[in-house]
């Protein structure tokens, strides 16, 4: 459960603080990137709910990162290479997360089509498997007890 909490945590505040960083540049407040995040429930009505949708947009985020941990902490107990290969399992599995979450989530939700080219998508790519994948996988193992 340590493990799970922990990078579950690191990788949801890793990957909100690089959007924060990356979207902050371009002008967009930290409330805008959460709402946008609940936009996946509500569509464009989380743009006009304040504080409420930024909430809910921050703890949308933090179910999946909480998700993606309890996923690759399942994977890395059935397969023995997950954890002995922490490196390459977190880039792999980070790069299926930023797959499934922008083949899949984004497209059936009410949020609208995931961009994919630009440095948005270079971005977005980067973060998920250095900023998600990455801490999950290398989490995993510290808790695993593989050196």
């Known amino acids: 459960m340590r493990a799970i909490l922990t990078a579950g945590l690191i990788a ?5 603080l690089d959007a924060f960083i990356f979207y902050g540049f371009r002008g967009v407040s930290p409330v805008r990137i959460l709402q946008s995040i609940a936009a ?3 569509g464009r009505a989380s743009f ?9 947009g921050a703890a949308l985020h933090y179910l999946i990162a909480f998700t993606a941990t309890i996923l690759f902490f399942l994977i890395s107990r059935r397969l ?3 954890r002995q290969h922490a490196i390459i399992s977190g880039l792999l599995y980070g790069a299926g997360v ?35 994948g990455l801490p999950i996988s290398l989490i995993c193992k510290a808790f695993s007890g593989i050196r």
């Open 12 to 16: 949801g505040t890793l990957d909100i």
């Open 40 to 42: 996946g429930l509500l």
């Open 48 to 56: 006009q709910g304040g504080a409420k949708t930024a909430l809910l």
């Open 80 to 82: 023995p290479f997950a």
């Open 98 to 132: 930023y797959a499934f979450m922008n083949l899949i989530v984004l497209l059936l939700s009410k949020a609208g089509q995931p961009a994919f080219f630009g440095w948005p998508f270079v971005n977005g790519v980067l973060a998920v498997v250095l900023l998600v």
